[in-house]
């Protein structure tokens, strides 16, 4: 069985840039779920993706998006990027989007915007 | 809005010693959860309390519910250095599992 996977491991970007993280799900698991991390703070929630569709998003702005495909694997996608964007990117896969599955989390993507 | 809040944010021990870090939440929720964070690195799932009063122990740490307090606890026994990290407690918001983390709170054994 394999765990939650993220690509790339670090990026760095420019301001007004657009960026894209992607994620692989753990086998058997159908919702993935997005975090920031900013440096010093606990993750806060971006949105969460069940067999493809949204399925609850936090306080972010429309230039967060994202996509869950088929097999289950997810994109976050960021567009113009500001200063304050620079954080841990967390995918957070799970059974389901609701109940009490634990979720697992990947070893996230480190986003420098300068 | 539920929030989530730690305490202490930062916990320095001697290796040995006992000690409890305190999570207190805003409003109603049967789901809480407890992570480990090592530096630069992922979150690793500790424990899961899904109801009143539920206890939960993993060698040296004990996690615990009291939803009527809208309280959980993480007990550190006899600490070790290899306990050292940033803990988080997080609780499920509404129907969906979406997680509302802490403020985190950073632990540093000392020999």
């Known amino acids: 069985e394999t765990g939650v996977t993220q690509s790339p491991t670090h990026l760095i970007k420019t301001r007004g840039q657009q960026v894209t993280l992607r994620c692989s799900s753990q086998?058997?698991?159908?919702?993935v779920s997005w975090y920031q991390q900013a440096l010093g703070q606990g993750p806060q929630f971006i949105f969460q993706y069940y067999r493809e569709e949204e399925n609850g998003r936090g306080n972010f702005p429309p230039r967060f998006s994202g996509l869950q495909f088929p097999n289950y694997s997810s994109e976050l996608n960021v567009n113009a990027l500001e200063l304050d964007d620079s954080a841990l990117y967390l995918c957070?896969?799970?059974?389901?989007?609701?109940?009490?599955?634990?979720?697992?989390f990947g070893p996230g993507t480190r986003l420098t915007v300068l | 809005e539920l929030k989530v809040e730690q305490n202490p944010l930062f916990l320095s021990m001697q290796e040995g010693k006992n000690y409890t870090i305190y999570c207190n939440y805003s409003t109603t929720s049967d789901r809480l959860y407890w992570y480990r964070q090592d530096p630069g690195k992922s979150l690793e799932s500790l424990f899961v309390?899904?109801?009143?009063?539920a206890v939960k122990q993993e060698g040296r740490l004990m996690a615990s519910l009291d939803t009527k307090a809208r309280l959980s606890t993480l007990h550190i026994t006899a600490a070790v250095h290899d306990l050292s990290a940033t803990y988080f407690c997080?609780?499920?918001?509404?129907?969906?599992?979406?997680?509302?983390f802490g403020t985190g709170t950073l632990l540093a054994v000392q020999p």
């Open positions: 309390l899904l109801s009143n009063g």
């Open positions: 086998s058997g698991h159908n919702t």
């Open positions: 957070a896969s799970s059974t389901t989007g609701w109940g009490t599955d634990t979720q697992y």
């Open positions: 997080a609780v499920a918001g509404g129907a969906t599992n979406k997680l509302i």
